[in-house]
């Protein structure tokens, strides 16, 4: 014998069933936050619009309705860093390249209308925003182009720029992301134990994003590397030399190392020892030796 009430929801539009649905789903929430057996009962409301999708649909509505605001929260961040080139040229008005550094840009091929100029003479800074190399833009301070030549600063910007042209960004950014979404699952599935278990999986995380973080520098200084030669290699070791890299730790201690080793971005003498052996594997001779002296004042 048929269910009446199945009967009863087939009879129902779909527009008519998803008004029912919204006020049950509420229900749920605040059952959820009352108690597991009265947020059992609070789910049960929602059979009124789930039997009308196909299974396995309804139970991910369901889930990803309780997590509305995991949703939010990661298309706030993705979207903010997709405004990002926008945002800052709006506050910082930022000028085009001189001509010179825009022609040493566009040969390290980087398009020169992708990169602009922050009026901060005090400052060296280079950075890339935006997720892609379509939408996104690279940002020089004037304190850079002051410090390095224009095929130094050329170099700089294609290492930036490789973070948008390889998907650095979105990945850097996905890590946690991914990482949320797994604890809401775990935390569904196994309620306070998934919670728990997912508080403990931070300490990992925060590691792996650390190690992602500083694969994505590696991975722009190789780029950086096989466009420019010794320049980019060259620009590090000059940053470096005048202090614009970071202070250096003081030597040695336990805290130091824990230190260092949570940093986003390498060790500047891992930098320059990974661009000399890469120099090696490519032309089959070592770092000249006005490298090497630029290497050893500016590693840290």
Same mark, same amino acid.
């Given at each position: 014998m048929p269910d009446a009430s199945r009967v009863a929801i087939d009879t129902l539009d779909r527009p008519t069933l998803f008004r029912l649905y919204v006020p049950f789903r509420a229900d749920s929430r605040l059952s959820l936050r009352a108690g597991r057996k009265a947020y059992t009962r609070g789910r049960e409301a929602t059979d009124v619009f789930l039997f009308a999708l196909p299974s396995p649909l309804p139970?991910? &509505?369901?889930w990803a309705g309780d997590w509305w605001e995991l949703w /939010?929260? &990661?298309?706030?961040? $993705?979207l903010g860093v997709r405004l990002a080139p926008a945002l800052v040229s709006r506050a910082e008005r930022p000028a085009p390249l001189p001509a010179e550094v /825009?022609? %040493?840009?566009? *040969?390290?091929?980087v398009p020169a209308d992708r990169v602009g100029v922050l009026r901060r003479d005090g400052r060296v800074l280079a950075y890339a925003a935006g997720l892609t190399a379509g939408h996104g833009r690279v940002f020089v301070s004037t #304190?850079?182009?002051?410090?390095l030549d224009p095929a130094g600063v050329a170099a700089v910007v294609r290492h930036e720029h490789a973070h948008l042209a390889r998907g650095h960004v979105p990945l850097r950014? #996905? &890590?946690?992301?991914?990482? %949320?979404v797994a604890w809401? &699952?775990? /935390?569904?599935? $196994? #309620? *306070?134990a998934g919670l728990?278990? #997912?508080?403990?999986? /931070?300490?990992?995380?925060?590691y792996l994003s650390v190690r992602t973080a500083r694969w994505t520098e590696y991975d722009a200084d190789a780029v950086a590397a096989r466009g420019s030669g010794d320049d980019f290699r060259d620009a590090l070791a000059r940053l470096a030399a005048g202090g614009h890299l970071g202070r250096p730790a003081p030597a040695g201690g336990r805290l130091r190392r824990v230190l260092a080793s949570l940093s986003m971005h390498p060790p500047l003498g891992e930098r320059l020892k990974r661009l000399d052996d890469h120099s090696e594997t490519e032309t089959g001779v070592g770092p000249s030796a006005g490298a090497v002296a630029g290497g050893a004042r500016g590693d840290d």
């Open positions: 139970a991910v &509505i369901s /939010a929260l &990661i298309a706030v961040g $993705f /825009a022609r %040493a840009v566009e *040969r390290e091929g #304190g850079l182009l002051r410090e950014v #996905g &890590i946690p992301c991914a990482y %949320a809401a &699952i775990d /935390a569904t599935l $196994f #309620g *306070r728990v278990a #997912g508080a403990a999986l /931070a300490v990992p995380l925060a």
